[in-house]
């Protein structure tokens, strides 16, 4: 089993539609979860980080963590087509200094 | 806050040459970077952690003697790919940390390299 699962999509939605988007994941050391924004041939972009179990909000995105079922999600509403990009969740054991254990990505397509 | 750049954004480069993409960050000092490979369609893999002043470390099935890392200062680091082949191709990305508590990484833009 992989450290962390996410289905690669792609995902298709009509604007205004909310997304959501999740992760699974086995070790249970995992204290840091982060979700990044990444569109075609760029960099991650840092989307949302949280820390342990709960919910977190910024504008448009919600991030969600249960770390009793290994589940992280990160919804998205109105989406825009804007959106349309690839979402990586990421998770570490510790701070910014350790290494970060990415999933492959989902792929987001919203269409006007 | 937080930006880190990279370049060349992109280059190609003949294969048995050395390529060289440096790793900068713009309004912070980065105790620790870390450079990722990326192949189309997959995530992110760790190549190495690079700290300042100090020699990389390197993951499992990287070659350090291929891929050469200097951070010789807080705000820059450098990943050298040397005798490219053309399956070295692929996308590199650095990040780099804050260095503070409960704090990620933030990513370079990626340098996409093609060796012909």
């Known amino acids: 089993q992989k450290e962390v699962e996410q289905d690669p999509g792609p995902l298709s939605v009509p604007e205004g539609a909310i997304v959501s988007l999740n992760c699974t994941y086995s070790?249970?050391?995992?204290?840091?979860f982060m979700w990044y924004r990444q569109y075609s041939r760029k960099g991650p972009e840092l989307l949302m980080y949280t820390y342990s179990s709960g919910n977190k909000e910024d504008g448009r995105f919600t991030a969600q963590v249960d770390k009793s079922s290994k589940y992280i999600s990160l919804f998205i509403r109105d989406s825009q087509p804007s959106d349309s990009a690839t979402y990586l969740c990421?998770?570490?054991?510790?701070?910014?200094?350790?290494?970060?254990?990415f999933g492959k990505g989902t792929m987001l397509l919203v269409s006007p | 806050g937080a930006v880190v750049s990279q370049h060349p954004s992109r280059v190609i480069c003949k294969s048995g040459t050395s390529v060289k993409i440096e790793c900068r960050s713009l309004d912070f000092q980065a105790t620790t970077m870390f450079w990722y490979r990326q192949f189309p369609k997959q995530s992110l893999m760790l190549m190495a952690t690079s700290n300042e002043g100090s020699k990389a470390t390197y993951e499992q099935g990287v070659e350090k003697d291929k891929f050469l890392i200097n951070h010789a200062s807080l705000t820059l680091s450098t990943l050298t790919v040397t005798s490219a082949h053309p399956e070295d191709s692929s996308f590199y990305i650095c990040?780099?940390?804050?260095?503070?508590?409960?704090?990620?990484?933030?990513f370079g833009p990626g340098t996409r390299l093609l060796v012909l």
């Open positions: 990421a998770m570490s054991s510790n701070s910014g200094y350790s290494t970060l254990t």
């Open positions: 990040s780099a940390s804050l260095g503070l508590a409960q704090e990620t990484q933030y």
């Open positions: 070790n249970s050391a995992f204290q840091y």
